[in-house]
C-alpha cells in the first residue's frame, strides 16, 4: 500500500500513438506549473521517439479535458504582488507554442469543459476533436482577465467577429460553434471517442475521418447577426447594436458584458483587433505583457474572489462602469510590462 498521490500528468506510450492524459478530475484537470512542466517533457519525448507517430491529448473523468489554470494559486501570487504567475506563463506560452509547431499529428479530444488554459494545449493542435458534452470558452474577462494562451489569435483568426464575440461575453459554446469558430476540426460522437483512440493508436492519423460526425448548426443560425453586431468600434457601440437586436443571442450576450470587469473588456477588443495579421508567436510575446499587466490590476483579485473563491458573484469593478474605463488605462495595460522585474517573452 503507498500514500503516493496519482501523477497529476500521466504519459503513455500504446501502439502508434504517445497518450498525455491531464490527471485531477476533482479540478476538473486544471494545469498547474508542474503539469505544464510534465507536458513539455512529454512531447519532447514522443517528438524524438521515432515509434510514435502521433499523440493524442486526454483529460481524466468525464467532466473536462481542462478546465483552465489553476486560478487559486495566480489568485494568491497577485494579492502577495508575487511573480509566479509570470514564471507560469512563461513556460505555458511556450508549451502553446510548441504544440502549435509540433511536428507530428497532435489529436486534443476536447470533452467536457475545455476553458481558458485548456484551449492552449488543444485548439493549438493539429487535430482538434469536439463531441457531444463539450463547452469550450475563454470566460476571463469574468474574472478582470484576458484571454491568453493564444486566444488573442484564435479570437482573431475565427471568422464573422464570432471571436470577439467569445472574447467579450466568455459564454460556453458546444461543438458546432467550436468548429465555426475555428477552434476544432471534428466532431465525433461521444460514444466513439475511445474507439477512435484505440484506432488512432492501431491505425494512425488516417483512422481520424472516419469517425466524423455531423455536429449540427451552429449559433442558432445567428453568425451574420453576430458579424455585424461585433463590426463595431467600440465596446458602447458593439451594446447598442446587440440591444437593438431582436436575435435570441443579443440579450444574452449584451448582460454577459455588462456583468464582466469593464477594464477587462475593453482591453480584450483592443486586444484581439491587435492579433488581426499576427502571427501566433507575436500573439504570445504580447499576451505576456498584458497578461502580467492585468494580473496586477485590482480587477484580477476581485474577479476571482467573486466568482471561484467567496462565490458571492457580486464583484466590484474598478472602475465599476465602461463609461468610465480611461482610454489611457487601456493603452497603458496594452503597452509595456509594467513590472521593470519581469523579462519580455521571448517565444523560441
Not at 317 to 333: C, F, R, S, Y
Request: glycine share 10%.
Amino acid at each position: 500500500m503507498t500514500n503516493e498521490a496519482a501523477p497529476e500528468v500521466l504519459v503513455e506510450r500504446r501502439g502508434k500513438a504517445g497518450i498525455i492524459t491531464l490527471n485531477r478530475p476533482r479540478a476538473l484537470n486544471a494545469l498547474n506549473y508542474p503539469m505544464v512542466l510534465e507536458m513539455d517533457r512529454a512531447l519532447k519525448g514522443f517528438r524524438e521517439d521515432d515509434g510514435v507517430e502521433l499523440v493524442i491529448l486526454r483529460g481524466a473523468g468525464e467532466r473536462a479535458l481542462c478546465a483552465g489554470g489553476d486560478i487559486a494559486e495566480l489568485y494568491r501570487d497577485a494579492k502577495e504582488g508575487g511573480r509566479e504567475g509570470a514564471q507560469f506563463w512563461r513556460d505555458e506560452y511556450q508549451l502553446n507554442h510548441d504544440i502549435a509547431s509540433f511536428p507530428k499529428p497532435y489529436v486534443a479530444i476536447m470533452h467536457g469543459i475545455v476553458l481558458g488554459g485548456g484551449i492552449g494545449v488543444s485548439a493549438h493542435g493539429s487535430h482538434r476533436v469536439v463531441t457531444d458534452s463539450t463547452r469550450v470558452g475563454m470566460p476571463e474577462t469574468g474574472i478582470g482577465f484576458n484571454p491568453d494562451v493564444g486566444g488573442s489569435f484564435l479570437l482573431a483568426n475565427a471568422p464573422h467577429n464570432l471571436g470577439i464575440h467569445l472574447g467579450l461575453t466568455g459564454v460556453h459554446v458546444g461543438a458546432a460553434e467550436a468548429i465555426a469558430a475555428g477552434m476544432a476540426d471534428v466532431y465525433v460522437p461521444e460514444a466513439r471517442i475511445e474507439e477512435l483512440v484505440e484506432a488512432l493508436a492501431t491505425d494512425g492519423i488516417g483512422a481520424l475521418q472516419g469517425f466524423a460526425g455531423d455536429p449540427g448548426e451552429a449559433f442558432g443560425g445567428e453568425v451574420e447577426v453576430i458579424e455585424a453586431a461585433y463590426a463595431h468600434d467600440t465596446v458602447e457601440e458593439i451594446l447598442a447594436a446587440l440591444d437593438a437586436s431582436d436575435a435570441a443571442f443579443a440579450a444574452d450576450a449584451a448582460k454577459r458584458i455588462r456583468r464582466n470587469s469593464p477594464v477587462a473588456v475593453k482591453v480584450t477588443l483592443e486586444y484581439i483587433r491587435n492579433a488581426e495579421g499576427k502571427t501566433l508567436k507575436e500573439a504570445l510575446e504580447e499576451e505576456f505583457i498584458v497578461s502580467n499587466n492585468m494580473h496586477s490590476y485590482p480587477d484580477f483579485v476581485e474577479g476571482v474572489r467573486a466568482q471561484i473563491i467567496h462565490k458571492d458573484r457580486n464583484p466590484q469593478w474598478t472602475p465599476p462602469t465602461l463609461a468610465d474605463v480611461e482610454k489611457q488605462l487601456v493603452e497603458g495595460i496594452l503597452g509595456e510590462l509594467q513590472a521593470t522585474d519581469i523579462e519580455p517573452l521571448t517565444i523560441t
